[in-house]
């Protein structure tokens, strides 16, 4: 049975009036190290206690997960007063939680005006599996890439997330599934590996995350960060549908495990599934996975094919793809389409899909066929979609009467 959770009592009306009469703060979250000590500096912290205020702060925020700085047990009350007068650390709203019969779960997040701007939504998925627990996080609000079998890509791009948001995704669903330790002292607090819910992230959300390269960059750097969330580089891979200018950098910069959206082998097919290819083209996007750094039998790239029946899935596509990822180490993720309302695309038959990936295991390369989870609550690989998007032009007015109603009272 699948199960949706309402977090909010009134979501519109009480969060824009409550943002309508506090202040704007910034927030600590995704700021580097020497951000963050710019930023106690810049609220009165002596520049001489700066460097230790900045330790302190990254391991409660980062390896405690607290949300709030009164839990902050080894800092001065003065300074959490300060601390609290000037920034902010909160989590952003959920509006739901979705649990999926599979164990998958889904939340609606929904992130505060940014400037003159609205609030925003955007979507991010938990997937448990036997030995680990991959969470699916969002660069973006909306998508430019209109990906022809995607649902996210019929919802046109409304922002870039911040690195702060993108990292709130991780701190929130930690949260939820308790995967920080107990927070009542300040020591002996480091999860063993072993037993986090979250072992695994994918930036295969919302959005084109090399169209957000270098917030991306910076929550990504903070989550593998040693002293902090601690993720492995292995255990994080981004996912693009072609970016190629940006490809080398991801490699070089961020060091990550790679995923190429590609489902064709031919420029003609994937134009129409993946549009970008127009502009950056299949002899160009190979290029540049040859020359991605670090790449081996050890790190290799993987390639995601969705399966559409009569579209991709024939033997001789099975044989136009080995021939094109010819001496890339690589692993060949085959996915089920998983339907959206409005959609004209079908999965292809399981007998064929099966036989798709025995001539790809033949051929000597991996070719795991991913299990569909989270369908029932379109939690599935290119299904999400903000329900911020569907509001009606009606339903947005009223939502700004209701700001400026609040301000007036505030």
Same mark, same amino acid.
């Given at each position: 049975?699948?199960?949706?959770?309402?977090?909010?009592?009134?979501?519109?009306?009480?969060?824009?009036?409550?943002?309508?009469?506090?202040?704007?703060?910034?927030?600590?979250?995704?700021?580097s190290?020497?951000?963050?000590?710019?930023?106690?500096?810049?609220?009165?912290v002596?520049?001489?206690?700066?460097?230790?205020?900045v330790?302190?702060?990254?391991?409660w925020?980062? &390896?405690?997960? &607290?949300?709030?700085?009164?839990?902050?047990?080894?800092?001065?009350?003065?300074?959490?007063?300060t601390?609290?007068?000037?920034?902010?650390?909160?989590?952003p709203? $959920?509006?739901?939680?979705?649990?999926?019969?599979?164990?998958?779960?889904?939340?609606?997040?929904?992130?505060?005006?940014r400037?003159?701007?609205r609030?925003?939504?955007?979507?991010?998925?938990?997937?448990?599996?036997?030995?680990?627990?991959?969470?699916?996080?969002?660069?973006? &609000?909306?998508?430019?890439?209109t990906?022809?079998?995607?649902?996210?890509?019929?919802?046109?791009?409304?922002?870039?997330?911040?690195?702060?948001?993108?990292?709130?995704?991780?701190?929130?669903?930690?949260?939820?599934?308790?995967?920080? =330790?107990?927070?009542?002292?300040?020591?002996?607090?480091?999860?063993?590996?072993?037993?986090?819910?979250?072992?695994?992230?994918?930036?295969?959300? /919302?959005?084109? =995350?090399?169209?957000?390269?270098?917030?991306v960059?910076?929550a990504?750097?903070?989550?593998? #960060?040693?002293?902090?969330?601690?993720?492995?580089k292995?255990? $994080?891979?981004?996912?693009?549908?072609?970016?190629? =200018?940006?490809?080398?950098?991801?490699?070089d910069?961020?060091?990550?495990?790679?995923?190429?959206?590609?489902?064709?082998?031919?420029?003609?097919?994937?134009?129409?599934?993946v549009?970008?290819?127009?502009?950056?083209?299949?002899?160009?996007?190979?290029?540049?996975?040859?020359?991605?750094?670090?790449?081996?039998?050890?790190?290799?790239?993987?390639?995601?094919?969705?399966?559409?029946?009569? &579209?991709?899935?024939?033997?001789?596509?099975?044989?136009?793809?080995?021939?094109?990822?010819?001496?890339?180490?690589?692993k060949?993720?085959?996915? =089920?389409?998983?339907?959206?309302?409005?959609?004209?695309?079908?999965?292809?038959?399981?007998?064929?899909?099966?036989?798709?990936? #025995?001539?790809?295991?033949?051929?000597g390369?991996?070719?795991?066929?991913?299990?569909?989870?989270?369908?029932?609550?379109?939690?599935?690989?290119?299904?999400?979609?903000?329900?911020?998007?569907?509001?009606?032009?009606?339903?947005?007015?009223?939502?700004?009467? /209701?700001?400026?109603?609040?301000?007036?009272?505030?």
């Amino acid at each position: 049975m699948t199960l949706s959770l309402d977090l909010t009592a009134n979501p519109t009306r009480d969060m824009l009036r409550a943002r309508a009469v506090m202040p704007a703060k910034g927030s600590l979250i995704g700021l580097s190290r020497a951000e963050l000590g710019e930023a106690l500096i810049s609220a009165g912290v002596p520049e001489r206690q700066a460097k230790m205020r900045v330790q302190q702060l990254w391991h409660w925020l980062y &390896v405690r997960g &607290v949300s709030d700085f009164s839990e902050m047990l080894n800092i001065s009350k003065d300074l959490r007063a300060t601390l609290e007068q000037h920034f902010t650390i909160a989590r952003p709203e $959920i509006v739901e939680e979705q649990i999926s019969n599979d164990g998958t779960r889904k939340w609606l997040f929904r992130f505060p005006p940014r400037g003159a701007g609205r609030p925003v939504e955007i979507e991010t998925v938990y997937i448990p599996e036997e030995g680990r627990g991959t969470l699916c996080i969002s660069s973006q &609000v909306g998508c430019t890439l209109t990906c022809s079998f995607c649902h996210t890509g019929t919802q046109k791009l409304v922002r870039n997330l911040t690195a702060e948001e993108i990292l709130a995704q991780l701190l929130t669903a930690r949260d939820r599934l308790g995967d920080f =330790p107990e927070r009542g002292t300040p020591d002996g607090a480091i999860v063993p590996a072993e037993g986090r819910k979250v072992t695994n992230v994918v930036m295969m959300g /919302m959005g084109e =995350p090399l169209y957000n390269f270098e917030a991306v960059k910076k929550a990504l750097l903070i989550a593998s #960060d040693g002293d902090g969330l601690s993720l492995s580089k292995r255990r $994080i891979t981004l996912s693009t549908s072609g970016v190629v =200018p940006e490809i080398f950098r991801t490699g070089d910069e961020i060091g990550v495990m790679l995923a190429i959206s590609l489902h064709a082998t031919n420029d003609d097919l994937r134009d129409l599934l993946v549009p970008i290819n127009k502009k950056y083209p299949l002899s160009e996007l190979i290029a540049a996975c040859r020359a991605y750094p670090g790449l081996s039998n050890a790190k290799r790239i993987t390639f995601e094919y969705v399966m559409l029946k009569d &579209v991709n899935d024939s033997i001789e596509d099975a044989k136009a793809l080995i021939k094109l990822l010819r001496g890339i180490p690589a692993k060949i993720n085959l996915i =089920p389409f998983n339907p959206w309302p409005g959609t004209n695309y079908q999965c292809s038959d399981w007998e064929t899909i099966e036989k798709f990936a #025995d001539y790809i295991n033949n051929a000597g390369y991996a070719s795991p066929i991913r299990t569909p989870r989270g369908r029932d609550i379109l939690a599935a690989c290119g299904q999400l979609k903000s329900e911020s998007e569907r509001m009606k032009k009606v339903d947005r007015l009223a939502l700004e009467a /209701m700001m400026i109603a609040g301000h007036g009272e505030a």
